[in-house]
């Protein structure tokens, strides 16, 4: 807000000037009292000027409420954006119609592919959308020193990011191991955006007792890797924010739900993490969140609040999470306390959604330096040539439906020194080719359970450092899916017989796409399509997420990065052959 | 917090290292799911490391609470230390007892009389102190151009306080009017200070509406002036934070307590904003607050809830107000959830008091450029002679219990042109005399109900500009009283026949004393007693209280600056004689 705003809303409060816009007749939401009052409200710049008996209120336009609920707009506590394969605008065409007015972006993905451009990035390009996109700065990149990502971003690097508008703090410290045992590097990052009175955001699964303690002695505000009603009442008993997330992938609240109740409810805050086109399409965002706490058993008027006030206490949000006085017009009208979805969605006063149908589009900005991030070096089919001297080796077992897998072992067809495709076995190459610094580096492995019965998936979103993943039953396939992926600037690419049955570019780092999030729900169905029906992939699995986490040497057990088969329990690098 | 503290406290909590300190066998308040629980709490240098199960907690010392409540230290949201009239070191010795461990002060007397010099002395002073003392830069220097204060701070004067450590914004906002009306030159304040991201406090006695919001959209968070339920629950639903005070004269926590419920207890604190030692040494500080809210009906859990963590997060206070990793060691062991007088007090994990008793006391320092300040030119008897052309006048008639006085009329005794006393009539003259730039003014008129007989009470505290004032049935007495204070540097004198009866220095500022409380109160006691009994004050009033707001030209009706009579209703001097 600049100071002649100010001065305008004070101004019209006070009945010197008149409002911009007056909305009559509404069901207010008192986020504060947690009750409704019937009421008139007054908007001027953008901001609420107050609100005043129902039917009294005077502006230079009036739109009716028509005694629908006028609640705060939505806040999405805890987000990546990348994972919607959408760039930060068509992210906000796609969730305000759903009431999603604010989210803390957490930029993970694309700062792991380009470093301190691609956070600069995520804030430029979503400077003027109508989502207001507030970011923390990410605080584990790379994940790992086990895998090559695009950028090293240390405390010296993060320190003058965390001065920018509209970043809020630190982003999720992964690294709960490093903070525990007091690693100088890693509580120096938390220790700079502490010093300067950020919050940082956690991350820490099923950890407990003495070193979550620690971990929350650093500094840390928030969790949202809890399971449990237990976890959740003890997080919160620490003083963490514990966010109820549902996600494409992980799907928390209803896990937790029984652990709010009518005191710890002030601790509780609604996530996403990540969510794909296609969930925030056929289920919502946020909204989504909501509908899903009242139907178990919470009341509207909390689950509400979760969702407006509390992100913005947590977040020191003051300009927004309540219908009061100098806060920020971001406001949704509701039919229901049941379906939750809005009738209308106004942000800073104006209306930019109604019945789900985005109204004002949020026009993207030419990326800059952001494109292009196809460093691959010397590669080619032979290159893809796994040699092995014996025959019983490691393999990634895929356990549907998450993105663990298990450490297995099988005997596989060896001829003259080289693995060879058994059509029995279920068993298809899988590897990682590093794209960031052309290092030619490629990692070679071996993974049962994916179902592909002949050619080959590529993708260049492979968390956490975004190198490019390829499974297939043969090396030319392998390397076309590769080489298109390389072609697209990154995306997905599907290959069987010398030809790419299907591919979606994904420009913008290798992660995103300027597209709108219809034609890439669209365009991703018709992918899965051809992945399943012919390319035979396993039904139990998703054909592409399951690519997603391959090389992410954080989670159980045994993953492949650019430069090996890894061990996550032993923490280090093994051969494929036994 | 140091970053060697931090490393240490984040070792502890993992258990790398021994802990300090051990409290054995806790009932341990968790503030956030407002729930006990069996613990040990474990602390490292002057923080918590966490808490274990109970009587499994390893220090190098242990501490038995023998199933105690331990509960966080009690925060002071809004008090006028000066109020006290004592330094803030000896008001640490006071109240930390009473198991208060933080205050958020607003020095706005002090800075009255020194301006920044006395920011700076109530900064420095408290810097070592036991409490924990937060400032508030106070917003209005003068209150009003109708009196000389000591000072004049500007939007641009309070800028450079704002960023020094301990301060957390802008104090009480009085200047309300200016504010909804949007004069530029107070509005400069609060955005200056908004801006920063720092708090604003409120004071807004009676506003509502329109005007309410215009207050609340400039940035005001919180309000101490609210009188009943329903104004309570009005300004919760604005998003302020809502004080139940309970100062010596300002008595509000009974009144407003109806309109807090199991909603909104989030956005109520606890306050004293003016209270005397006496208040202080009979029925406690925040304590008392806390028992008054129980006595009240609230549940001891809400009430110790809004007392510590409700403070600590309006005022971003992340570093206290719950027992949890990471926060300071500022707890209280009580041993009933009635009384709330803590059994034993600690801060940053020293024992400062046991059962009321101090055992750490804070040593005052040499106060810098806040003393001396009797800057009287020219004042003799002479000077206080009041010259009449008319008998018909106006005078201030005294409404026993409060601060608000009446504008009456009387028919008075003149000889030669001046006015004489009439042991018949109660009327007594009442003068101000400039003591900060040597003006040589002296605002004179008269006063009835008072009742004094024969003699002169005299004092430096005259809310806001705190010149001297004096009041008496005759000149000598008058004079000799008001010598007496220059004499001593400011403080109380009372004066009959040509002697003094007794005094106290007040020679911080002519408003504190490094006196300890219990002396200070003795003395005060003592002065009473001559008031009311050598000198015949009404019983009804208080002999000092009573003159203290008699030169604050904000409250109605009729008051007396240095400049002359003021009429606050019409906002403007008046003329003696009608």
């Known amino acids: 807000m600049n100071r002649k705003t100010y001065d305008t809303i004070i101004a019209v409060a006070s009945g010197r000037k008149e409002a911009d816009l007056c909305i009559r007749h509404a069901k207010i939401l008192d986020v504060f009292n947690k009750e409704w009052f019937d009421g008139d409200l007054l908007v001027s710049e953008g901001y609420i000027a107050g609100t005043v008996e129902s039917g009294r209120g005077k502006a230079r336009a009036y739109e009716e409420a028509g005694g629908r609920y006028l609640v705060p707009g939505f806040i999405d506590s805890h987000v990546h954006i990348e994972s919607s394969h959408l760039s930060p605008t068509e992210f906000s065409n796609l969730v305000t119609p759903c009431g999603t007015t604010t989210v803390i972006a957490d930029p993970h993905e694309i700062a792991n592919v380009c470093g301190v451009n691609g956070i600069k990035y995520m804030l430029s390009s979503s400077e003027h959308a109508a989502l207001s996109v507030m970011l923390m700065i990410p605080s584990c990149v790379p994940a790992t020193s086990f895998e090559h990502s695009g950028a090293n971003l240390d405390a010296k690097a993060i320190a003058p990011l965390l001065g920018k508008p509209r970043v809020l703090g630190l982003g999720e410290m992964m690294n709960y191991v490093g903070v525990i045992n007091g690693q100088k590097a890693v509580l120096d990052k938390v220790w700079e955006a502490r010093s300067r009175g950020l919050i940082v955001d956690g991350h820490a699964p099923a950890i407990a007792g003495g070193d979550m303690s620690a971990y929350v002695a650093s500094g840390v505000r928030t969790s949202h890797e809890s399971e449990t009603p237990k976890e959740l009442r003890e997080r919160i008993r620490l003083g963490l924010y ?10 928390n609240l209803n896990g937790l739900l029984g652990g709010v109740d009518g005191n710890n409810w002030r601790h509780c805050l609604f996530c996403t993490d990540d969510r794909q086109p296609k969930s925030i399409l056929s289920e919502g965002h946020i909204n989504n969140n909501v509908r899903m706490a009242v139907a178990g058993g919470l009341d509207p008027v909390t689950a509400i609040c979760i969702a407006t006030i509390n992100a913005a206490e947590c977040y020191r949000l003051d300009d927004r999470g309540a219908i009061a006085p100098g806060r920020r017009a971001d406001f949704l009208l509701l039919n229901d306390l049941k379906e939750f979805n809005p009738q209308r969605v106004f942000i800073l006063g104006r209306q930019v959604a109604e019945n789900g149908y985005l ?7 030419e990326p800059k330096n952001v494109t292009g991030m196809m460093h691959v070096k010397d590669f080619s089919a032979e290159r893809l040539a796994l040699h092995l001297r014996k025959n019983h080796v490691r393999v990634i077992d ?10 297995g072992e099988a005997t596989v067809k060896v001829e003259k020194g080289l693995w060879v495709h058994d059509p029995a076995a279920d068993i298809l190459k899988i590897a990682v080719i590093e794209r960031h610094h052309a290092t030619g580096n490629i990692g070679l492995g071996l993974i049962r359970g994916y179902g592909l019965r002949h050619g080959a998936v590529a993708i260049s979103i492979a968390h956490d450092s975004h190198n490019l993943i390829v499974v297939g039953d043969n090396d030319q396939d392998m390397a076309l899916a590769v080489q298109d992926l390389v072609r697209l600037g990154g995306g997905v690419a599907l290959a069987k017989d010398g030809e790419i049955l299907g591919d979606l570019a994904l420009p913008v780092a290798g992660l995103m796409t300027d597209q709108p999030a219809r ?5 991703l169905a018709k992918l899965h399509q051809i992945a399943f029906c012919t390319l035979k992939v396993n039904k139990d699995v998703d054909p592409l997420m399951t690519l997603c986490f391959m090389a992410l040497p954080v989670i159980p057990a045994l993953k492949i990065t650019d430069m090996g088969l890894f061990d996550v329990n032993a923490f280090k690098r093994v051969p494929l052959e036994l």
């Open 359 to 365: 109204q004002v589009r949020s026009e993207a900005i």
């Open 398 to 407: 895929v356990i549907p439906g998450g993105v663990v897998t298990a450490s």
């Open 519 to 523: 034609e890439v729900a669209g365009e």
């Open 242 to 251: 514990v966010m109820l997330r549902q996600g494409s992938a992980c799907r």
